[in-house]
């Protein structure tokens, strides 16, 4: 660590921004902005209460998320990478409503479902519209057996594709466990991907190799993940993200944090002594190496 009394001049990147159209959308970009922000990584968020069912539906929506994308490089002049795929909560939920209607035909439905949403995102990937597939994994809380192994099954399923097309996965997985960490480490052996092209978003502060098992994480960075993350980032492998999970949310104002955090902690962390070479990671060679250019 080498310490600094002067504000972080680089780039700032969030690595897990939603926007949505009916939240503040531009004026959070803009508060994003406005208090040092270069770059946001947007990420899809669907429409829980009646996510798509078609593939026509899927690609309408992740069309959605690209507008936004380009609407604020536009007007805001910020860089944006788009991440786009199935929210696990969607697949469990509408695997529960589906399979309470017909068993077997529900189940068959819900997997058809999820495998179409990610064709239809891999597609954007392709056609250079998406930048990685995500965020993508398996339910937080306590779900039947089933819906476990289902969601574990269809997550397996995509590391291999990722592994054969070239692009790196925003997690969405459960609780701080280190267990968590083994178990994903686990299934990209088991798929041929990187375990660094595993990003695993809502990440816990404690960023050490031992307990990260080489995937990325991405640090959710409230106050109360400065300090860990300062005892942890020398021992990391090969660095860490930093993000808010900002939801856009109008009937929750600042969840999960602030648009305003990422650049506001980066700047902490440099006056605390973190050394500037993790920030510049963090903010411009890790998003690269994952992303690609935008």
């Not at 209607?101 to 189940?107: A, F, P, V």
């Not at 949403?117 to 519209?129: C, L």
């Not at 109008?250 to 602030?258: D, E, F, H, S, T």
């Not at 070479?277 to 994952?290: G, Y």
């Amino acid at each position: 660590m080498t310490s600094s009394n002067s504000a972080w001049k680089g780039p700032i990147l969030d690595n897990h921004f939603h926007l949505n159209r009916t939240g503040r959308f531009l004026e959070a970009a803009r508060d994003f902005k406005n208090a040092g922000g270069t770059n946001i990584v947007l990420v899809h968020c669907p429409d829980f209460k009646s996510p798509p069912t078609t593939k026509q539906g899927h690609r309408e929506s992740y069309q959605n998320t690209i507008n936004m994308a380009r609407e604020v490089r536009t007007e805001l002049g910020l860089g944006v990478r788009v991440v786009l795929g199935p929210h696990p909560a969607a697949f469990a939920h509408q695997f529960i409503n589906w399979v309470e209607k017909d068993s077997q035909l529900g189940k068959e439905k819900a997997m058809e479902n999820y495998r179409d949403s990610i064709e239809e995102a891999v597609k954007f990937f392709h056609e250079g519209q998406a930048h990685a597939i995500g965020e993508v994994g398996r339910p937080h809380w306590d779900v039947s057996d089933e819906i476990w192994q289902l969601s574990n099954e269809l997550l397996l399923e995509t590391m291999h594709m990722a592994a054969q097309d070239g692009f790196a996965l925003q997690l969405h997985v459960e609780g701080e466990l280190e267990s968590t960490y083994r178990d994903m480490a686990q299934m990209a052996s088991k798929s041929g991907l990187s375990t660094e092209r595993l990003v695993r978003h809502y990440s816990p502060p404690n960023v050490d190799e031992k307990v990260t098992q080489g995937l990325t994480p991405s640090v959710l960075i409230g106050k109360g993940a400065m300090e860990t993350l300062l005892q942890t980032a020398t021992s990391s492998s090969h660095g860490f993200l930093l993000e808010t999970d900002y939801m856009d949310d109008l009937k929750r104002p600042g969840a999960v944090l602030g648009p305003k955090t990422v650049p506001k902690r980066t700047n902490q962390l440099l006056e605390a002594g973190i050394d500037e070479e993790f920030l510049w990671r963090s903010h411009v060679d890790l998003p690269e190496k994952l992303y690609g250019q935008e």
